[in-house]
C-alpha cells in the first residue's frame, strides 16, 4: 500500500518536494494549499507588478500537471487543526485527511508594523495601505497603482506618491516596480541601512545612493509610527505625503498549526537533519517555516535545497540538511544585489572593494581559502563565478579573492562546466542550458519547469556562447 504524504502549503517548497517524489508509486501524495491559485512563483511577485511578466507566466505546476501525476491538489483547502493522535489532519470545513507522513510547507505570514491608524475600528486596514505578500496582493496593488497613474496622466504637477515600508529585499523590488509604473516613491528602512539583514553599511549606503539616482527617496534610520488622511508619520515628526502605503516590514514562519499540536516551536518549527521535528518522527518540516539549528530562511535557495533532501529521506536514502548555502539575489529593475551566506556575520578574512561614485560594492569572506559569503551590489558581472567557487568550497591561490573582486576581472571570463548551475530558481545547469540550442526553446522549457521567465538573459549568453553568464538566485 503507498505510503500517504499529506503536504500542507502549496509554496514554492511544496512544489519542489512534490516534483521529486512525482512517479514514484511507493507515495499517495496529498497537497493542501489553502490559496485558490495553482502554486505560483512568488520571487516574481514585484515583476508582475511592474508589468514585465503576466500572472499566469508564475505558475510553477498547473493542476493538470498534479492530475496527470496522481497528485491530489487541493486548492483553497485551508487546515484548522493536526490530530497526531490520529495522524489526521481536519480542514476548516471538517474533512479529515489521514497521513503516513505530514509535510509542514507553510510559509511565513506577514507581520503588521506598529503603526497607529493602520486598521480601523472595522478590522480593515487603512484605504490606502496595501500589503505585498501574495498573488491576490500583488492583484490590488495593481489595480490601485493603475489607477492612481490614471488619475496622475490627468493631472501630471500632482503625481501619485507610493511609500514602501521596508528596506529589505522585497520592499526595494516593489519600490522599483512602483517607480517603473511612473508613481514618485520613497522607501521608509527602521535599520541604520537598507538590506540590514544581508549586507553591512557600506553596501547599504550604495543601494541607497543608486535608488536616489533612479528617482526613490530612501529614509533609514525612521520608523512608521503613524498615518493619516495627511500621509505617513515618522517617529522624527516628519510627515510624508502618500496616496499608496505598502508594507513589506516583517514576517514570520506560519507555525501556529505545529504549536497547536504540541510540536517543538521557537522561531519556527524545530527540524533535525533530516527536517524532521524533534517532537514527531512522522511529522517534516520545510521552507520558511522550518527552523534548523536555531536558523530559519526565508530564502527559496535553501527551500528546495530542504525539499530534495527531505525527498531522499522519504524513499529511504541517507540524506542530511547542513543549512550552509543560501543564495538570494535583488529582483529590480536597475538594481543588482546578490547576497551568499551570510556575508556580515561569517567567520572568516574579509576581501572588501567599495566604489560609491560607480555605484559597486563587493565583500567576500573567506575563511580556509575558501568562500564562506559574498555580497555584491551593483556589479554582477562575477557573480556566476563566485557562486561556482562557493557552492563547491574551491580552495582559492592566495591573489584570488582580490582578483575576483576587480572590475578588469570581467573582462577575462572563465566559461563554466556543463554541470553548473546557473539558474538558482530553476534548478538548470549550463549544460541543459547549452543543449537546447536555441534562446526560445530553453526559456520556453524554464518556464514550463517553474514558472519562471526571469532566467532569459543568463539562457541568451550560454546560447549565444558568452563564457560568463549570471547566476539568477
Not at 264 to 292: K, P, W, Y
Not at 354 to 381: E, F, Q, W, Y
Amino acid at each position: 500500500m503507498a505510503e500517504r504524504i499529506v503536504v500542507v502549503g502549496g509554496g514554492m517548497a511544496a512544489v519542489r518536494l512534490v516534483e521529486h517524489l512525482a512517479g514514484d508509486d511507493r507515495f499517495a501524495v496529498t497537497v493542501l494549499a489553502d490559496e485558490s491559485y495553482a502554486p505560483y512563483n512568488r520571487i516574481l511577485l514585484s515583476a508582475v507588478l511592474e508589468g514585465t511578466h503576466a500572472a499566469d507566466a508564475l505558475t510553477l505546476r498547473s493542476e493538470e500537471w498534479f492530475a496527470a501525476h496522481g497528485i491530489d491538489l487541493r486548492l483553497g483547502a485551508r487546515v484548522l487543526e493536526i490530530d497526531r493522535a490520529a495522524r489526521a489532519v481536519v480542514l476548516v470545513d471538517g474533512e479529515r485527511v489521514a497521513y503516513d507522513r505530514l509535510v509542514l510547507a507553510c510559509g511565513s505570514i506577514p507581520t503588521l508594523p506598529p503603526i497607529r491608524g493602520l486598521v480601523r475600528r472595522d478590522g480593515t486596514l487603512h484605504p490606502t495601505v496595501h500589503a505585498f505578500r501574495s498573488l491576490a496582493d500583488c492583484r490590488r496593488l495593481d489595480k490601485a497603482a493603475s489607477s492612481l497613474v490614471e488619475e496622475g496622466a490627468l493631472a501630471p504637477v500632482t503625481r501619485p506618491r507610493a511609500i514602501v515600508v521596508g528596506g529589505g529585499l522585497l520592499g526595494l523590488q516593489v519600490a522599483r516596480a512602483l517607480a517603473v509604473r511612473g508613481l514618485r516613491t520613497e522607501v521608509v528602512e527602521g535599520a541604520d541601512h537598507l538590506l540590514a539583514r544581508q549586507v553591512g553599511p557600506g553596501a547599504g549606503r550604495v543601494l541607497a545612493r543608486d535608488l536616489r539616482r533612479l528617482g526613490t527617496e530612501v529614509y533609514t534610520g525612521a520608523r512608521a509610527v503613524r498615518i493619516t488622511d495627511d500621509g505617513l508619520q515618522l517617529d522624527n515628526g516628519h510627515v510624508l505625503p502618500s496616496d499608496l502605503v505598502v508594507l513589506t516590514a516583517g514576517g514570520r514562519p506560519s507555525t501556529a498549526l505545529a504549536r497547536r499540536a504540541g510540536l517543538m516551536v521557537r522561531r519556527g518549527v524545530v527540524v533535525d537533519h533530516t527536517l524532521t521535528s524533534v517532537t514527531d518522527d512522522r511529522v517534516h518540516a520545510i521552507g520558511d517555516c522550518a527552523e534548523h539549528r536555531r536558523r530559519t530562511t526565508g530564502f527559496v535557495s535553501p527551500a528546495w535545497e530542504q525539499a530534495e533532501v527531505l525527498a531522499r529521506v522519504l524513499r529511504g536514502e541517507e540524506a542530511s540538511y547542513d543549512g550552509n548555502r543560501s543564495v538570494a539575489r535583488l529582483r529590480a529593475t536597475g538594481l543588482d544585489v546578490a547576497v551568499l551566506g551570510d556575508p556580515e556575520r561569517a567567520a572568516g578574512e574579509v576581501v572588501e572593494v567599495t566604489n560609491p561614485v560607480a555605484g559597486s560594492h563587493r565583500r567576500l569572506v573567506v575563511h580556509g581559502g575558501r568562500i564562506v559569503a559574498a555580497a555584491l551590489v551593483g556589479d554582477l558581472s562575477r557573480v556566476g563565478l563566485i557562486t561556482q567557487l562557493y557552492d563547491r568550497g574551491t580552495l582559492l591561490g592566495p591573489d584570488e579573492p582580490g582578483q575576483l573582486l576587480l572590475p578588469e576581472a570581467a573582462d577575462a571570463p572563465t566559461p563554466l562546466p556543463d554541470e553548473a548551475e546557473v539558474c538558482a530558481c530553476a534548478g538548470v545547469s549550463a549544460g541543459e542550458v547549452r543543449a537546447c540550442g536555441t534562446v526560445g526553446e530553453c526559456v520556453d522549457r524554464t518556464r514550463a519547469t517553474t514558472g519562471c521567465g526571469g532566467c532569459a538573459d543568463v539562457v541568451r549568453r550560454l546560447v549565444e556562447g558568452s563564457p560568463a553568464p549570471v547566476v539568477v538566485g
